[in-house]
């Protein structure tokens, strides 16, 4: 059975205080690994899609990497509109979807 | 705006009863997914549609059921509903079979008393 997990639960962080967004998968055959973040009442918006371990993704202060067993979404020099819960997911190649529970991300001015 | 669109945005019903929710993808995507999202749950994937056709099935209860017309919007049906049942429902749409990029709509709020 996919799962997905993700670390840590909740994050504060201070403008400008980089840090790293970790996803741990296990999954029976990875056709793609997904980033989304969700505003409070709103849907996903999706950010990023990576496919096999080694490939990286970018967007303005995010970044998204891959290997076999997780994912990192790296955050540089966050500000406060980056606050958001991130959402990881999996897509096994019977196009099931399973998401992780998400990071709550605070960034502090 | 993600350009996918969902209504009704609040549903207060009773259990036992039977509702409805409607979604109308981007202008030009075929694939239609629907999601669940409670407090306990997280998000879950229910029902994929393409074209019309079912194409992958997900964590969906057997009192749900969900279909897409030839005009590409899409229902889910939700009967013999439960207290648990209360949770954000919400569609996704995207170009082909596969969800490399998802847009989401602004979800369904289900409140069963």
């Known amino acids: 059975e996919d799962q997905v997990t993700q670390s840590p639960e909740a994050l504060r962080l201070q403008e400008g205080e980089s840090s790293s967004l970790n996803c741990s998968y296990t999954v029976s055959g990875l056709r793609g690994l997904f980033w989304y973040r969700q505003d409070p009442g709103k849907g996903p918006e999706f950010l990023f899609t990576?496919?096999?371990a080694g490939e990286e993704k970018e967007k303005e202060r995010l970044k998204a990497t891959l290997t076999k067993k997780e994912s990192f979404l790296h955050i540089t020099a966050p500000k406060p509109e980056d606050s958001a819960t991130y959402l990881c997911?999996?897509?096994?190649?019977?196009?099931?979807?399973?998401f992780g529970p998400g990071t709550r991300l605070s960034v502090l001015p | 705006d993600s350009g996918v669109t969902q209504t009704p945005k609040h549903l207060i019903t009773a259990t036992g009863q039977r509702v409805t929710l409607r979604c109308s993808p981007r202008?030009?995507?075929?694939?239609v997914y629907w999601y669940q999202q409670s407090l306990d749950q997280g998000l879950q994937f229910l029902i994929q549609y393409y074209n019309g056709e079912e194409r992958a099935k997900g964590n969906i209860l057997e009192r749900f059921s969900a279909q897409q017309f030839p005009d590409l919007h899409s229902e889910l049906n939700l009967s013999s509903l439960e207290l648990g049942d209360s949770a954000l429902y919400f569609c996704?749409?995207?170009?082909?079979?596969?969800?490399?990029?998802?847009?989401f709509g602004p979800g369904t709020r289900l409140t069963v008393l």
């Open positions: 202008s030009g995507d075929l694939s």
């Open positions: 990576l496919y096999s």
């Open positions: 997911a999996v897509q096994d190649y019977g196009q099931n979807f399973v």
């Open positions: 996704a749409s995207s170009v082909t079979t596969t969800a490399d990029t998802q847009y």
